[in-house]
């Protein structure tokens, strides 16, 4: 079945509207912390957590998102599982402890977990490799539109309504823009696997490829340290080392989004014009993690210092989607569902990790009567640590296959 432009770019639209929603899910607890922490009755670790949930339901759940993708295609996949996150929205904002919470996060992260890359999969059969990598970035700063939403007019509106219907208000959201891409999805034509195929002999067979090894270790830390300060420390750290209320926090969260959308606006195209994904997430990350270092180094810069520097580490961290077209081009036509979704599983999990971790540590450092300065020190400290660490292993991936691949 062949899909005419017009409707490949209303289905872009419609699944942009979904992927914003699904970053508006990822990213809201940070504008609502003191308020969480209060109603729920938790602390910083339980906070982590729920953070956490959503990432790990969202990793977990991309061994079967790729698995339907290439079996059923992207219009059930999607459609199908976004109703997890009608009904763990409306769960979460009737939450009254931390296990109903936590609950809530993991459906939302289930229904949210085929989006991004239902829509991927059907750019990458539906356009030439050359154009995916720019798509996918201009699809990804899309979606990242919705970290702006869950910034400031989300803390209006939380403050207007109350957060538990706010929440309710993106329920309601979800359902609509659910229904609308049951009807306006069309998959493309699915790719014949060879005879005797399986998930786990397809995920061996990605990972004998000596490429894909650097590509998944730094798909692992790529998303980690600038979605972990984004969703979860932004608002805390403005809020207890320069005491911002809610409203100007939401300014400093919006602010962050809309860096990192940018980055993900241009990172893409940057890498298709000079046709290198590798130099643009290598460069993109030198500078991501000098910002964070300079951040934990100077421990209790200015204001403005710091949000300039945070805005630096976005400007630059979100080189996600440039990655996953660098692995792409590794990857068999007919496992490309399983091949993307496995290294946004990988993606998704080490963000998942980094949250509970970070959690953890910040309870740990604060319960030992660390200073808020140098509790965030150290987080900004390891944020550039395991980044570095990740984007060194990376460097040994080649810029494209050779003849042999």
């Known amino acids: 079945m062949t899909i005419s432009v017009a409707h490949r770019r209303l289905i872009f639209f419609v699944a942009a509207l979904a992927y914003m929603l699904s970053q508006f899910y990822r990213?809201?607890?940070?504008?609502?912390?003191?308020?969480?922490?209060?109603?729920l009755s938790i602390g910083p670790q339980a906070y982590g957590a729920l953070g956490s949930a959503w990432f790990f339901a969202f990793s977990l759940f991309q061994f079967a998102v790729g698995a339907m993708l290439d079996t059923l295609g992207p219009r059930r996949t999607i459609t199908g599982l976004m109703v997890f996150a009608v009904g763990g929205a409306f769960m979460f904002a009737s939450a009254t402890t931390?296990?109903?919470?936590?609950?809530?996060?993991?459906?939302?992260?289930?229904?949210c977990s085929p989006i991004l890359m239902g829509a991927l999969y059907f750019f990458a059969k539906t356009e030439p490799p050359q154009r995916f990598a720019a798509l996918g970035s201009i699809f990804l700063s899309c979606g990242l539109i919705g970290s702006l939403i869950s910034a400031t007019p989300f803390a209006y509106l939380?403050?207007?309504?109350?957060w538990r219907d706010a929440i309710r208000v993106f329920g309601v959201l979800t359902a609509i823009i659910a229904v609308a891409l049951y009807f306006v999805f069309r998959d493309p034509e699915a790719e014949p696997a060879p005879a005797g195929g399986s998930l786990i002999g397809d995920l061996v067979t990605l990972l004998k490829v000596p490429a894909m090894l650097p590509i998944l270790i730094m798909s692992f830390m790529v998303s980690a340290p600038i979605f972990t300060e984004r969703s979860l420390w932004v608002g805390p750290f403005f809020s207890q080392v320069y005491a911002l209320s809610p409203i100007a926090r939401g300014n400093v969260v919006l602010f962050i989004a809309l860096c990192m959308t940018i980055c993900?606006?241009?990172?893409?195209?940057?890498?298709?014009?000079?046709?290198?994904p590798r130099k643009v997430v290598v460069w993109g990350n030198v500078i991501c993690i000098l910002a964070f270092l300079a951040l934990g180094l100077l421990g209790n810069p200015p204001m403005m210092v710091?949000?300039?520097?945070?805005?630096?580490a976005a400007l630059t961290g979100v080189t996600y989607a440039v990655l996953l077209a660098h692995g792409r081009l590794f990857m068999p036509a007919h496992v490309l569902g399983r091949g993307i979704t496995f290294i946004n599983f990988v993606s998704i999990g080490g963000t998942g990790v980094a949250q509970f971790l970070s959690g953890a540590a910040v309870e740990r450092m604060q319960g030992a009567g660390w200073s808020p300065v140098a509790t965030y020190s150290a987080l900004h400290l390891a944020f550039a640590a395991t980044l570095a660490l990740a984007l060194i292993a990376y460097l040994r991936s080649?810029?494209?296959?050779?003849?042999?691949t």
């Open 306 to 312: 710091a949000l300039v520097l945070l805005g630096i």
């Open 98 to 111: 931390e296990g109903a919470a936590l609950f809530a996060m993991v459906l939302i992260g289930i229904g």
């Open 264 to 276: 993900a606006m241009f990172s893409g195209p940057i890498a298709s014009r000079i046709d290198s």
């Open 158 to 162: 939380a403050q207007w309504l109350g």
């Open 398 to 404: 080649p810029e494209r296959p050779g003849p042999a």
């Open 27 to 39: 990213s809201f607890l940070t504008v609502i912390v003191d308020e969480l922490m209060r109603d």
